[in-house]
C-alpha cells in the first residue's frame, strides 16, 4: 500500500459527476496537497490544490466553479468533488503532496498516488 493512495475514478456521462478521494498517510497532514490529472498523449497538469488546513484552496482555470478540493485532516483524506464534468476532463487524476514551492507546477510535489482513472463520455 502506497503512503497516498487514490479512489472514486470511473466512467460518466458529460454533466456527471464524481468525487475522487485521496487517503494518506498520517504524515502528510503538515503538507501542501495537489490534484493533477494526465490525458491520453498530453502532458500532466495541475487541477487543484489546498493548504494544510484546508482553509485556502487553488484551482486550474479549466476547474473553477465545477470542481471542490478539501480535507480533512481527521481522516487524513482528500477529496476532490468534481461536477458538470466534460469529456476533456477524462485522464488519470493523481494525488500529490509537497512541502514547499509553488502548488501550481508538478515539480514542486515530492509524492504521488498511483492514480485513477476518470472517463467523460456520452
Known amino acids: 500500500q502506497g503512503e497516498l493512495v487514490e479512489s472514486g475514478g470511473g466512467g460518466v456521462q458529460p454533466g456527471g459527476s464524481l468525487r475522487l478521494s485521496c487517503a494518506a498517510s498520517e504524515r502528510f497532514f503538515s503538507y501542501y496537497m495537489g490534484w493533477f490529472r494526465q490525458a491520453p498523449g498530453k502532458e500532466r497538469e495541475f487541477v487543484a490544490a489546498?493548504?494544510?488546513?484546508?482553509?485556502?484552496?487553488y484551482y486550474a482555470d479549466s476547474a473553477k466553479g465545477r470542481f471542490t478540493i478539501g480535507r480533512d485532516n481527521a481522516k487524513n483524506t482528500v477529496y476532490l468533488q468534481m461536477n458538470s464534468l466534460k469529456p476533456e476532463d477524462t485522464g488519470v487524476y493523481y494525488c500529490a503532496a509537497h512541502h514547499s514551492g509553488s502548488v501550481y507546477y508538478q515539480t514542486s510535489y515530492e509524492y504521488w498516488g498511483q492514480g485513477t482513472q476518470v472517463t467523460v463520455s456520452s
Open positions: 489546498i493548504n494544510r488546513s484546508g482553509g485556502s484552496p
